[in-house]
Structures are given as structure tokens and as C-alpha cells.
């Protein structure tokens, strides 16, 4: 079993930062893409940011130049540094991991976490 554990959610005022983490554990030969969904109220989740095994980032259109991604694969984490947050920032954001599970045969699925909570206030 493999699990993702996010940590780093809170109550933050408008403009301020936050720095969420995400931690795979289990059974986890390698990752491949690690990415930032978040859910709000009345809406679908959505993509934040998305990072591949080698670094490259892609982000969704309301946090661009904001929100940075970031990946240590020796440690199997993934983190996402918010600044300049704004109230419609807010909402539970969750981690999402390709985790390859076998080499032989090649299988690989993707899990989620539990979701951390951000609120930003006005």
C-alpha cells in the first residue's frame, strides 16, 4: 500500500504564504508525476500544479507567477509554496502521485491524500 500524507494547511490573511507538503510512503519503487488538486466549494477539483520526475512544472492559469511546485525524489515529497494568497485561494488541497508500484510487470496507479485545508481570509 502506498500513502500520501499532506501537511502545512491553515488560516492565513490575504497576501500572506503558505507552504504545503506531501510525503509518499509505502510501498514505492519511484514516482512519476506528483501533483497539487484543490476543491472548493461548488466547484470540480481542479489542477494547481503538476511537477514530473525531472523537474518540469506546469500550473493552472489562476496561480501562475504565485504558487511555486517543487519535488525532492530521495525523499518521495512533493511541496507547494503559496504566496501572494488570495480568498478565492481557498479551499482543501490534496496531493495526487503516479507511483509506480512493479517494475516487472510494469503497473503504476495513482493515489491521493487525505487533503489539507487552507482558508484565506479577506
Known amino acids: 500500500q502506498v500513502q500520501l500524507v499532506e501537511s502545512g494547511g491553515g488560516l492565513v490573511q490575504a497576501g500572506g504564504s503558505l507552504r504545503l507538503a506531501c510525503a509518499a510512503s509505502g510501498s514505492v519503487i519511484s514516482i512519476n508525476d506528483m501533483d497539487w488538486y484543490r476543491q472548493t466549494p461548488g466547484k470540480q477539483r481542479e489542477l494547481v500544479a503538476g511537477?514530473?520526475?525531472?523537474?518540469?512544472?506546469n500550473y493552472g492559469d489562476s496561480v501562475k507567477g504565485r504558487f511555486t511546485i517543487s519535488r525532492d525524489n530521495a525523499k518521495n515529497m512533493v511541496y507547494l509554496q503559496m504566496n501572494s494568497l488570495k480568498p478565492e485561494d481557498t479551499g482543501v488541497y490534496y496531493c495526487?502521485?503516479?507511483?509506480?508500484?512493479?517494475?516487472?510487470?510494469?503497473?503504476?496507479?495513482?493515489?491521493w491524500g487525505q487533503g489539507t485545508q487552507v482558508t484565506v481570509s479577506s
Open positions: 495526487s502521485a503516479q507511483v509506480i508500484i512493479t517494475r516487472i510487470p510494469y503497473f503504476e496507479r495513482r493515489y
Open positions: 511537477i514530473t520526475t525531472g523537474g518540469s512544472t
